[in-house]
């Protein structure tokens, strides 16, 4: 790595879109919460929350200060450090996958560009698997450290599901790569800002990475770590006040960022149509861009909210024949076909 | 001292504490966290010869799944200092001794090694993963499609023996 190129200038740059994008998961993961109780009454046809603030906008702050206040218990059988260490991992893990999402095109300052992502690696999505991947620890530890075994079980579960789905969802991936050549999702992006959407070519994929999606932030028709009929509350069942607090938050992290990623793999992230042929500023349009960006996200995370209010959950056989049995091989089909059609393509028969 | 030798040393610091940690420390599932870190920390080092597809390979195949299986694996025993079983002092003898001797058998072969010397002109973007692909794929496909083989034979066999 060439680290003569670091200079102030990068530097600054660096730690203010780190900091920006902290700060704007955190905000949305935090009005996540008051959007899912307005979605789910909206659906059961009630009010939802209205008492704190106009619409009950002011909801999660109070939310967050009351887990902030409350008392904070560590079982005295407890693995003290690893009980600390479980939602620490799993707010690590939730924050770490927007460093490779492009959340917008370049700004200019004066003849000074800023590339609005983060970082541009040419493995950007394998960081994505890699996280994903990790994101099992917070789960596992926390779990495991109650010391508990309704938490164990949850613990166990939440990992097998993870592990499982992270198969199917790689090979979709990898039927993307194909189309694409590039595992950059800038590149990614800029091609389906000239061509068309990936999820017109990768209808199958597409909708294999959104079952997968769901299964990894344990949401809704997959939260079996978390059934609460059946294990109580799951693994943080011994968690009290903010240390819950950060597992609950770190979900709803993971479901923004899940639903940037669909956007930006399969529905052109930043890109969107005539974005081109308007005859604007650069810069206008990429501030365009990011509202486009994140009107797409923001769909997604209502489709979110839409399916947990409306399925019931898997049983635990269920989920993993569903894996198993059905989406594996799907994937692996739909990415034989893809080689089939781009070969043919390439050179004929 | 230059930005690189910091994170350098900051990395090889982190990953000797953590391979000590793995083998201090008492309790097993502290052992697998340790190890998990001394990864973490190699695949910084990865980061730093700009070999990024062995990077995240590092990470997805060993923290990301090898170690979430031993973590599993070692939750559910619930091994601990109570129920761990007494060794033999013979034993103790015996790994201290193959120990020491694959340690000299170590300092003898690195004794002779000749370091090659890193030729400033060589290029630095070989382990990105274009590059690295098309060499996977031209120079050394045979070899590759052979282990890809072997791969597959040892998960057939997984699933025979799990069947059992």
Redesign the interface.
């Known amino acids: 790595?060439?680290?003569t190129l670091?200079d102030k200038y990068f530097l600054i740059e660096k730690i203010g879109l780190i900091s920006a994008v902290l700060a704007i998961s955190l905000l949305i993961a935090m009005y996540s919460t008051w959007a899912e109780r307005k979605v789910a009454a909206w659906i059961q046809d009630r009010r939802g929350p209205n008492r704190a603030g106009p619409f009950g906008l002011l909801q999660p702050l109070a939310d967050g200060g009351k887990l902030f206040f409350k008392e904070e218990i560590i079982p005295s059988t407890a693995?003290h450090f690893?009980f600390v260490?479980g939602p620490s991992m799993a707010m690590l893990t939730a924050c770490l996958t927007s460093a490779v999402i492009p959340w917008g095109d370049v700004l200019n300052f004066g003849g000074y560009a800023v590339s609005l992502q983060i970082a541009d690696?040419?493995?950007g999505v394998?960081?994505i698997?890699?996280v994903?991947?990790?994101g099992?620890?917070g789960i596992?530890?926390g779990g495991?450290a109650s010391n508990n075994k309704f938490s164990?079980l949850a613990?166990?579960r939440g990992?097998s599901q993870v592990?499982s789905y992270?198969l199917p969802m790689g090979l979709a991936l990898i039927a993307l790569f194909m189309i694409s050549g590039s595992?950059s999702l800038k590149d990614i992006v800029e091609q389906q800002r000239d061509g068309l959407w990936y999820v017109v070519l990768q209808p199958v994929g597409f909708l294999i990475f959104l079952i997968c999606a769901f299964a990894e932030c344990n949401r809704t028709p997959f939260d079996l770590p978390e059934a609460e009929n059946e294990l109580n509350g799951g693994y943080h069942l011994e968690y009290s006040s903010m240390k819950l607090g950060f597992y609950l938050f770190a979900e709803y992290i993971n479901m923004f960022i899940s639903s940037a990623l669909m956007a930006t793999l399969y529905f052109g992230g930043y890109s969107f149509p005539y974005m081109d042929s308007l005859g604007l500023s650069p810069n206008l349009v990429t501030i365009l861009g990011i509202c486009a960006l994140f009107l797409k996200t923001f769909a997604f995370i209502f489709f979110f909210m839409w399916v947990r209010w409306t399925l019931p959950r898997f049983r635990y056989d269920q989920l993993m024949k569903l894996g198993w049995k059905v989406l594996i091989p799907l994937a692996l089909l739909n990415m034989l076909i893809t080689g089939a059609v781009i070969l043919y393509r390439q050179n004929g028969f | 001292m230059?930005?690189?030798m910091i994170?350098f040393t900051v990395l090889s610091a982190i990953a000797i504490a953590a391979a000590l940690g793995v083998i201090l420390s008492k309790n097993p599932?502290n052992s697998v966290?340790c190890m998990?870190t001394c990864f973490v920390a190699i695949a910084g080092h990865y980061?730093?010869?700009?070999a990024?597809?062995l990077?995240?390979?590092h990470?997805?195949v060993y923290?990301?799944?090898i170690m979430?299986l031993f973590?599993?694996v070692l939750?559910?025993m619930n091994l601990n200092a109570d129920i761990e079983p007494q060794k033999r002092n013979w034993l103790k003898y015996a790994g201290a001794i193959s120990g020491g001797a694959l340690l000299l058998v170590l300092v003898a072969a690195l004794r002779d090694a000749s370091v090659p010397a890193i030729q400033s002109g060589a290029p630095?973007d070989i382990g990105?993963?274009?590059n690295l692909g098309k060499t996977l794929f031209t120079s050394y496909v045979v070899p590759f499609e052979l282990s890809s083989v072997l791969f597959l034979s040892a998960m057939v066999g997984a699933v025979v023996i799990g069947k059992k």
Not at chain 2, 47 to 50: G, S
């Open positions: 790595m060439d680290l670091i693995n690893l260490l690696v040419n493995i394998l960081w698997m890699a994903v991947g990790m099992v620890y596992m530890i495991w164990l613990a166990c990992a592990i992270e595992l | 230059g930005i690189d994170i599932v966290l998990i980061i730093m010869l700009n990024q597809f990077f995240v390979v990470l997805i923290t990301g799944a979430v973590l599993f939750m559910m630095t990105l993963i274009s």
